[in-house]
């Protein structure tokens, strides 16, 4: 079946046409072809300048992901006629949140530069006795060891879109699976790195990193535990963690969110000011509840024996009432 693929093309050092654009090309597509496998025979037949990367053709290596249809994907694991039928054409462009070098070539160094930041080696207690990793333990870690560093996580996250310097799902996966090791002896010292300003927890959680990583390493999942850690050491003092407190505070008391009460606590007094501005928008756009008052749920206590069954599971002491 003859099939048309629309490939962006762009090539910075092409005088005549150094803005992308989109090319056509016609494929012979037979049944289980993957998208990688019609790209080279576009390649060998067609047109040998096409510029994309790849390698193992068997997802184990990482290299061949591109946005396909609009989202990341690894071209090798993904094959044309299906794509086609659910989507209804077959467009092919360099990862998102990347920069292109040549046509769906880009330049990987700034992801490579987060997994480096994240110090993705076992630093070993030199204090610690026994250093054996039961099932269990393993079983911690075992999503996260799958990554094969494609980047799709990367191309398809809403956080990186607007923060270039945030650590981003690849790296903050790769982080667990040092944090969640029972060998390792910097687990601290990791979690207060992740904790700074563009770490773990500037992520939104919009899920796209686990619906779209093509290996199932969830990598929210792993940022959910390296939070849940970090707090259980006692790392408090950056706005995440303080907006969970102010969070959590404000559901044991009231039985909801007092939104205004939260941006005090998680920014403090000063940066909160900083806010008006927004307060005012929604003041004219009809958001702002009138009177502001935060009125508590009458199945409170039912709420407050939720938080203590939760805090003995996760065996912490029961916080003292005021
Ligand atoms: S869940 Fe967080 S890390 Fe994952 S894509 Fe969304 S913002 Fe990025
Ligand atoms: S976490 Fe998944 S999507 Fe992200 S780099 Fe690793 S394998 Fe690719
Ligand atoms: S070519 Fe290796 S993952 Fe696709």
């Not at 690894?74 to 659910?86: A, F, G, Y």
């Not at 075992?142 to 956080?159: F, H, W």
């Not at 929604?282 to 407050?304: C, D, F, S, T």
Request: net charge neutral.
């Amino acid at each position: 079946m003859k099939i048309e693929f629309r490939i962006k093309r762009y090539n910075p050092d092409d005088g005549g046409s150094p803005e992308p654009y989109l090319q056509a090309y016609m494929v012979d597509v037979t049944e289980g072809m993957t998208v990688l496998e019609a790209l080279l025979k576009i390649s060998e037949e067609q047109d040998p300048t096409l510029a994309f990367r790849k390698s193992c053709r068997s997802a184990i290596c990482g290299s061949c992901a591109m946005t396909v249809n609009g989202t990341a994907r690894l071209t090798c694991n993904l094959q044309v006629l299906p794509e086609v039928e659910k989507m209804g054409s077959m467009t092919i462009e360099p990862l998102h949140n990347h920069r292109p070098v040549k046509d769906l070539v880009v330049d990987m160094t700034p992801f490579w530069n987060k997994i480096e930041k994240i110090s993705p080696y076992l630093m070993p207690s030199s204090t610690s006795g026994s250093n054996a990793v039961t099932a269990e333990a393993e079983e911690l870690i075992d999503q996260s060891q799958r990554c094969v560093m494609c980047g799709v996580c990367n191309a398809e996250c809403s956080s990186l879109e607007i923060d270039e310097r945030y650590a981003a799902p690849a790296a903050l996966a790769k982080a667990w699976r040092f944090v969640g090791d029972v060998r390792d002896g910097s687990v601290v010292k990791r979690l207060e790195r992740l904790s700074e300003e563009h770490g773990m927890w500037d992520c939104v959680r919009c899920v796209r990193c686990t619906q779209y990583c093509p290996k199932g390493v969830s990598p929210l999942k792993q940022i959910e535990r390296l939070r849940s850690e970090a707090m259980k050491a006692g790392i408090l003092d950056n706005h995440g963690a303080k907006h969970v407190e102010a969070m959590a505070g404000s559901v044991e008391k009231f039985g909801r969110l007092d939104e205004a009460a939260m941006t005090f606590k998680t920014l403090g007094f000063l940066k909160s000011l900083g806010k008006i501005p927004l307060g005012i928008r929604m003041e004219l756009h009809g958001k702002m509840p009138h009177p502001y008052i935060v009125a508590q749920i009458e199945a409170i206590e039912e709420v407050r024996e939720i938080y203590k069954e939760a805090g003995k599971k996760a065996g912490l002491k029961e916080k003292k009432k005021e």
